[in-house]
């Protein structure tokens, strides 16, 4: 079974420049998830799709950061504009009713 | 607000040392607690669910227990490959879920 894929794996970006991440889940799986992990500390959720709608998005700063799920499948992440805290790597993860999260590698952004 | 802190931050073992990690939890509705392994530069890569108080679950060298606040990892006689970083999360009835920050373990040989 193909896990989650996330693309790219790494990007440096300078403040105040836009970047978008994406993500494709495990086939048939509804749940899907965006995490910002900064170094040292756990995953912060930051938005929750079920299908293709928002169930959470309560910690994502959405002055800068976007989310969408076209179609209840692949999903991107985008923050515009960058800022040096963004840094951080953002997972994504996707589950079905009964099963645990499988993440992705994520990407890691380094804001300079 | 739910909120999951794990300790220690950082842990260090010989081989053959056993142990346990720590996440206490303080959420409205448990909806499950799940254990994470997560090795440098890659996500984190599921263990174990929890559902209820008493419930326990085994996985090779790793015994997961759980209360109404707290939930334990234990590591038996460990090996250099076990080194990670342990992550626990809570996913409350509301949907929602909440990460520690996790364990560091280094076992040296």
């Known amino acids: ?112 | 607000e739910d909120q999951v802190t794990q300790s220690p931050e950082a842990l260090r073992l010989q081989e053959g040392e056993s142990s346990s990690l720590n996440c206490s939890y303080t959420v409205s509705g448990l909806r499950g607690l799940f254990w994470y392994r997560q090795d440098p530069g890659k996500g984190p890569e599921f263990l174990f669910t929890l559902y209820s108080a008493g419930e326990e679950k085994e996985k090779e060298r790793l015994k997961a227990t759980l209360t109404k606040k707290e939930s334990f990892l234990h590591i038996t006689a460990p090996k250099p490959e076990d080194s990670a970083t342990y992550l626990c999360a809570v996913h409350t009835n509301a949907g929602k879920s909440t990460f520690g920050d996790g364990t560091t373990l280094t076992v040296k040989p």
């Open chain 1, 1 to 112: 079974e193909a896990g989650v894929a996330q693309s790219p794996r790494y990007k440096i970006i300078e403040k105040r420049q836009s970047v978008a991440f994406w993500c494709n889940p495990i086939s048939g799986h509804a749940t899907l998830y965006w995490y910002q992990q900064i170094l040292g500390q756990g995953p912060k959720l930051l938005i929750q799709f079920q299908n293709n709608g928002v169930v959470d998005d309560s910690q994502l700063p959405k002055d800068r950061f976007s989310a969408e799920r076209l179609k209840g499948v692949d999903s991107t992440l985008k923050i515009q504009p960058a800022k040096l805290e963004d840094s951080a790597v953002y997972l994504c993860a996707s589950r079905s009713l009964n099963t645990e999260a499988f993440f992705g590698q994520g990407t890691r952004l380094t804001v300079v």
